[in-house]
């Protein structure tokens, strides 16, 4: 009988043990999966000022976010499987091989270069002046196998090169072009912008761009926020049109859109148009600005027309080229 009892508490133990195996297996051991999801319609005359602006009382253009959940156990696997309108994206195809940390500074600067490409773009369709002040060159990636890994790091700045300031591409070029030992000066910087455009520079094995601050005959200020794309650069020169001319570019229309922006003030595509679709549909938006597809490999016009035809919604869709296109089709609308 003592034998059966020990045997008896041995499999009870052993059970016990595997159980909790599991379950700590299935909170603490991560996966290498984001889930997307549509996420909110955010009111931009709270995230931008303009001096001496006319933000809007009611009426306000409003940017469309995603939800972004780092997978970090089987339950949020599990919970993104089942839930309705999740996608799930492997996480080498979200941010390639930057850590985390070197992740998040991408995306604050890619936010920042998307402001001030906004800031670029709307003075200009305004008619007023908007200067680009270059301070140096961004470290966006390390090519595998680059001789500057241990050295330089995914969001470093590189201001001097062989002993001379360095403020863009094409001076650190000249400077490292004849192939010798140069040395670098470089340093974090999270509080100006880079361009977007990147270069991969082999002799070192990095991918770099110009990045730079913009200087404005007016202030524009942004509100902190934890928005952290540069999808909403669009949107935020839509916004600083309206608050910098006469009269109010929605018509009184609940407006919202999505897109990149350049400092010409070119519309460029984005991740998440369907989600970004879904959380303006939830939330009532009547007119949805988004990227026009341009090249032949851009979706996000096709794409957001399929979505809204398939889901039967009522927004209507328009694609654009510019922030001039929108507020082109917003004049002719009647108020």
Same mark, same amino acid.
């Given at each position: 009988m003592t034998r059966r009892n020990n045997a008896r508490r041995l499999k009870l133990a052993v059970s016990i043990l595997l159980s909790l195996g599991l379950i700590a297996a299935a909170v603490l051991i991560p996966f290498p999966y984001y889930l997307y999801q549509p996420g909110t319609v955010e009111k931009l005359s709270d995230y931008v000022l303009v001096e001496n602006g006319k933000p809007s009382a009611n009426d306000s253009f409003n940017l469309t976010t995603v939800y972004s959940?780092?997978?970090?156990?089987?339950?949020?696997?599990?919970? $993104?499987?089942? #839930?309705? /309108?999740t996608e799930i994206h492997r996480a080498d195809q979200i941010r390639g091989a930057l850590t985390d940390g070197e992740y998040l500074s991408l995306?604050?600067?890619?936010? $920042? #270069? #998307?402001?001030?490409?906004a800031m670029s773009a709307a003075l200009r369709a305004a008619g007023m002046p908007a200067q680009a002040v270059y301070t140096g060159v961004f470290v966006r990636s390390l090519a595998e196998g680059s001789k500057a890994a241990g050295v330089i790091a995914p969001g470093d700045v590189i201001v001097e090169a062989d002993g001379k300031p360095v403020t863009r591409l094409s001076e650190l070029s000249e400077l490292i072009g004849?192939?010798?030992?140069?040395?670098?000066?470089?340093e974090l910087s999270e509080s100006v912008a880079? /361009?977007?455009?990147?270069?991969?520079?082999?002799r070192i094995g990095i991918v770099t761009e110009d990045q730079y601050t913009i200087e404005t005959p007016v202030k524009i200020e942004y509100a902190a926020s934890d928005i952290g794309s540069p999808s909403a650069g669009f949107m935020f020169a839509l916004e600083i049109l309206d608050q910098l001319t006469d009269g109010e570019l929605t018509r009184g229309k609940f407006v919202a859109g999505t897109?990149?922006?350049?400092? +010409?003030g070119n519309v460029g595509q984005i991740g998440g148009i369907r989600d970004k679709l879904i959380a303006a549909e939830r939330a009532g938006v009547e007119l949805f600005f988004c990227p026009a597809d341009v090249k032949a490999s851009d979706r996000n016009e096709k794409d957001i027309r399929d979505e809204a035809k398939r889901r039967g919604d009522d927004i209507t869709i328009v694609p654009v080229?510019?922030?001039? +296109?929108a507020a082109a089709y917003l004049e002719r609308l009647e108020g």
């Open positions: 959940i780092k997978v970090n156990n089987a339950l949020t696997l599990l919970y $993104g499987l089942i #839930s309705k /309108d995306l604050k600067h890619m936010m $920042g #270069s #998307s402001q001030n490409n004849d192939g010798r030992r140069v040395p670098l000066t470089v880079a /361009d977007g455009k990147g270069t991969t520079m082999p897109g990149t922006i350049d400092a +010409e080229r510019t922030p001039a +296109e």
